[in-house]
């Protein structure tokens, strides 16, 4: 007896039993969908982390004060006290500035100075919006943060100290409706102070508790006059690499000459330099055990689904014990016996593994809990692999029983 006979009893006895073979389908059907489901969300999460960190800006490298230090501290007028010998531990405009040095810093593309303050509240025309994230800066900032203007512009070195906000979506939504074009050459007021705004950036999206787009930026000369005052020190510099493939070297030449200028080492720097890279490199590890632990989760449905088979198969061989000793009385070798009984467990897998990857495709194209699905091709090469597998490796057992029953016993059998 061929391949292709054994193929045909083998669809005899799937179909003799539509339900129980529907069953035993949905069993893979479910976990193959469940793996390709489960690994489309977790690429889906990378490549929405992998987004939003991109959209905060490229090659950035952010230097902020560091509030853990070596040696005996103090906090008395922004100071630190190491030993008997106390610090200037702020962040300057002089600091921004060395980093800009074309022998010190070769890598260093850009930076900024950044002020920021609290509490923040604007309002116009009655309505009024608190603002998540205020900073005073220079133009360098929107191009080291990756910010483009919407509507209007941003405003320009030229306007160090005016009256100029730059406001984000969140902000322009909630005091001028949904016509954000409308903002352009209104006047705001920030905490009482008046404000002509210049320009509306273009929307990043919120990433969960973190909204991008609920921001307003203004010249840094403003926010010192008006909010910060006008002292030396800054809340942080923003950097920008020549590349992406400097960002490590990049960070080595700014903590080289910030420690030379604060008088630190390695362990006792009064800084801290945050590596976008890094951050991506983090958020992208924990993504994929994120993943690898969906894709267990999905395994496990897919054993419990090869289990159910061969269950199946092993009622299906008990039914058939008098056929089987026919077949065997009539001729039919061991090896007959086992082909039909495994290909009748192949078709039920792959049948069930072709219907899992439809299901999966079809429910991987609408959003979950907020993520867009991504299926890797991949994961259905896969899935049908291992449906496959299942179906030779869970009908052994079942096809090696029935290939040994003797066919004087199985004719006896009732």
Same mark, same amino acid.
């Given at each position: 007896?061929? =391949?292709?006979?054994?193929?045909?009893?083998?669809? &005899?006895?799937?179909?003799?039993?539509? /339900?129980?073979? =529907?069953?035993?389908?949905?069993?893979?059907?479910?976990?193959?969908?469940?793996?390709?489901?489960?690994?489309?969300?977790?690429?889906?999460?990378? $490549?929405?982390?992998?987004?939003?960190?991109?959209? =905060?800006?490229?090659?950035?490298?952010?230097?902020?004060?560091?509030?853990?230090?070596?040696?005996?501290?103090? +906090?008395?007028?922004?100071?630190?006290?190491?030993?008997?010998?106390?610090?200037?531990?702020?962040?300057?405009?002089?600091?921004?500035?060395? /980093?800009? *040095?074309?022998?010190?810093?070769?890598?260093?593309?850009?930076?900024?100075?950044?002020?920021?303050?609290?509490?923040?509240?604007?309002?116009?025309?009655?309505?009024?919006?608190?603002?998540?994230?205020?900073?005073?800066?220079?133009?360098?900032?929107?191009?080291?943060?990756?910010?483009?203007?919407?509507?209007?512009?941003?405003?320009?070195?030229?306007?160090?100290?005016?009256?100029? +906000?730059?406001?984000?979506?969140?902000?322009?939504?909630?005091?001028?409706? $949904? $016509?954000?074009?409308?903002?352009?050459?209104?006047?705001?007021?920030?905490?009482?102070?008046?404000?002509?705004?210049?320009?509306? =950036? +273009?929307? %990043?999206?919120?990433?969960?508790?973190? *909204?991008?787009?609920?921001?307003?930026?203004?010249?840094?000369?403003?926010?010192?006059?008006?909010?910060?005052?006008?002292?030396?020190? /800054? $809340?942080?510099?923003?950097?920008?690499? %020549?590349?992406?493939?400097?960002?490590?070297?990049?960070? #080595?030449?700014?903590?080289?000459?910030? *420690?030379?200028?604060? #008088?630190?080492?390695?362990?006792? &720097?009064?800084?801290?330099?945050?590596?976008?890279?890094?951050?991506?490199?983090?958020?992208?590890?924990?993504?994929?055990?994120?993943?690898?632990?969906?894709?267990?989760?999905?395994?496990?449905?897919?054993?419990?689904?090869?289990?159910?088979?061969?269950?199946?198969?092993?009622?299906?061989?008990?039914?058939?014990? &008098?056929?089987?000793?026919?077949? %065997?009385?009539?001729?039919?070798?061991?090896?007959?016996?086992?082909?039909?009984?495994?290909?009748?467990? /192949?078709?039920?897998?792959?049948?069930?593994?072709?219907?899992?990857? !439809?299901?999966?495709?079809?429910?991987?194209?609408?959003?979950?809990?907020?993520?867009?699905?991504?299926?890797?091709?991949?994961?259905?090469?896969?899935?049908?692999?291992?449906?496959?597998?299942?179906?030779?490796?869970?009908?052994?057992?079942?096809?090696? %029983?029935?290939?040994? !029953? &003797?066919?004087? *016993?199985?004719?006896?059998?009732?």
């Amino acid at each position: 007896m061929n =391949l292709i006979e054994s193929a045909r009893f083998a669809m &005899r006895g799937v179909t003799a039993n539509k /339900l129980r073979s =529907l069953l035993t389908t949905l069993g893979i059907l479910i976990g193959i969908a469940a793996v390709i489901i489960l690994l489309a969300v977790g690429a889906g999460t990378s $490549n929405s982390i992998k987004d939003q960190i991109g959209k =905060l800006g490229t090659n950035v490298l952010t230097v902020s004060r560091s509030t853990a230090v070596g040696g005996r501290t103090g +906090a008395v007028a922004g100071q630190q006290v190491a030993g008997n010998r106390s610090r200037n531990t702020n962040l300057t405009s002089a600091d921004e500035q060395s /980093l800009t *040095d074309a022998v010190l810093a070769p890598d260093v593309a850009q930076t900024a100075p950044v002020v920021t303050a609290q509490a923040v509240t604007a309002t116009f025309s009655g309505a009024s919006h608190a603002v998540a994230s205020f900073v005073g800066s220079t133009p360098a900032y929107f191009s080291i943060t990756n910010n483009t203007a919407e509507v209007g512009q941003l405003f320009s070195s030229a306007q160090e100290s005016s009256a100029t +906000a730059v406001i984000g979506r969140t902000v322009a939504t909630d005091l001028f409706g $949904n $016509n954000s074009g409308s903002a352009v050459g209104q006047t705001i007021a920030l905490n009482g102070q008046n404000f002509v705004v210049s320009g509306v =950036l +273009a929307a %990043k999206g919120a990433t969960g508790l973190n *909204d991008p787009d609920d921001v307003v930026i203004v010249p840094l000369g403003a926010a010192q006059d008006k909010f910060t005052g006008y002292a030396p020190s /800054l $809340n942080s510099i923003a950097v920008q690499a %020549k590349s992406a493939d400097v960002m490590n070297q990049a960070q #080595n030449e700014i903590q080289m000459i910030l *420690d030379a200028r604060h #008088n630190v080492t390695a362990a006792t &720097r009064d800084y801290q330099v945050r590596n976008q890279a890094q951050v991506l490199t983090t958020a992208t590890s924990t993504t994929q055990t994120l993943t690898i632990l969906l894709g267990a989760v999905a395994a496990i449905s897919l054993l419990v689904g090869g289990i159910g088979v061969m269950n199946i198969m092993l009622v299906t061989v008990t039914e058939r014990t &008098r056929e089987i000793g026919i077949r %065997k009385a009539i001729g039919a070798s061991r090896g007959n016996i086992v082909s039909q009984f495994l290909v009748e467990s /192949l078709i039920i897998s792959i049948i069930g593994g072709v219907m899992g990857i !439809l299901v999966g495709y079809v429910v991987s194209s609408f959003p979950i809990m907020g993520v867009v699905p991504d299926v890797q091709p991949w994961t259905v090469w896969l899935s049908f692999t291992v449906s496959a597998v299942i179906g030779l490796v869970f009908g052994i057992y079942p096809a090696n %029983k029935a290939a040994k !029953l &003797r066919p004087i *016993d199985a004719l006896r059998y009732e």
